[in-house]
């Protein structure tokens, strides 16, 4: 009987496909909460398969400790920075992920936190909350902030991506119904996309769409979503000259992973108007972030939990996705959505 180690439950529908499953035994993480490394290790021996989270990280330790017979891990996450990618290689483990069914809403989230960013929804939210609206009542320019598309000047403005996948693209549609006119992007540029880049221009109504380095992404945009895999390679790829080269008008959107962005220059970003503000839908360090922590105190900075794929019908789609690479995988030896090095 395959032992399967479930590291979280991942919603009735799933647990169901799962359970479904005639001859599996499986072991559930029983809070709701991520699971406990040391748990993860005792009871991961002698597994088959695995279902993770982004809250569980799936080191060498781990997969050492399950034993040859562990042929596949399911993420219910687009990104596997949490897991050690190179151990499960070695061992011929296969990795399923769920991406694609969250790109619409996380799009939807970044255009949210841009919005929020740049229309200083922090301080105008603790100005209300503070009941201090009554004495300031309605002002000319009260909590204005840059628009972020054509508006009524009908300016030319730029919006900028840090890596240009699925989820970058989705929400440069968004954008482009604002009225931006220029894109530009940052990305490893293995493959060449001039002509694609031409013919999402003309289908967006863009001027252009172009690959630059990062120095011009960090100079141009008025508006950057940092959209790049966590990981080494990443790792505050947004630094302080990065910082320091943005517009001060221009808004910094992380939906992506914490470490692509340097903390502490992003705090001095914002302390000393080197940008306007920052919308963060994750953060260095999460979940472990304390309520001293001084990126929760910037009147010029959204932060949100790491919600940006959390609307219901993602959620259960992720994770129906996430039950299927695993039955697919130890039942067929088909990963539906499989992640290869
Ligand atoms: C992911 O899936 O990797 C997102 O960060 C959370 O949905």
Redesign the pocket.
């Known amino acids: 009987m395959p032992k399967i180690l479930v590291c979280r439950d991942i919603g009735d529908k799933a647990m169901a496909l799962l359970r479904a499953q005639p001859d599996w035994e499986l072991v559930v993480w029983p809070n709701d909460s991520p699971a406990d490394a040391r748990w993860v290790e005792d009871k991961v021996q002698g597994c088959a398969g695995m279902i993770c989270t982004?809250g569980e990280k799936i080191t060498e330790r781990i997969v050492g400790a399950a034993g040859d017979q562990l042929k596949v891990v399911s993420t219910?996450?687009?990104?596997v920075d949490h897991v050690d990618l190179h151990a499960l290689a070695k061992r011929g483990i296969r990795l399923g992920y769920?991406p694609d069914v969250?790109t619409d809403a996380?799009a939807d989230c970044s255009i949210m936190l841009a919005l929020m960013a740049s229309r200083c929804v922090t301080p105008a939210q603790s100005m209300l909350r503070s009941g201090t609206w009554g004495t300031l009542g309605w002002g000319p320019y009260l909590f204005c902030g840059p628009q972020l598309g054509a508006g009524p000047t009908g300016k030319q403005s730029t919006v900028g991506f840090l890596g240009f996948g699925r989820i970058s693209q989705a929400t440069l549609v968004r954008m482009a119904a604002f009225g931006v006119t220029h894109c530009v992007y940052y990305n490893s540029g293995r493959v060449d996309r001039t002509a694609a880049d031409a013919a999402l221009a003309a289908k967006l109504g863009l001027q252009s769409v172009k690959r630059v380095e990062l120095p011009e992404l960090a100079s141009t945009s008025d508006v950057i979503f940092t959209l790049v895999p966590g990981g080494k390679e990443t790792l505050h790829i947004v630094d302080e000259a990065f910082l320091r080269r943005m517009k001060k008008t221009a808004v910094l959107v992380n939906p992506g992973?914490g470490p692509i962005v340097d903390t502490n220059a992003l705090i001095d970003a914002l302390k000393e108007g080197w940008i306007w503000g920052a919308g963060l839908d994750?953060i260095e360090g999460e979940p472990h972030i304390p309520a001293t922590h001084p990126l929760l105190h910037e009147p010029r900075c959204v932060i949100i939990p790491?919600i940006?794929?959390?609307t219901i019908e993602t959620r259960e789609a992720?994770a129906m996705l996430c039950a299927q690479n695993l039955v697919g995988g130890l039942t067929e030896g088909k990963i539906d959505v499989e992640y290869t090095l």
């Open positions: 982004l219910m996450s687009v990104g769920t969250l996380v992973r994750v790491h940006g794929s959390a992720m």
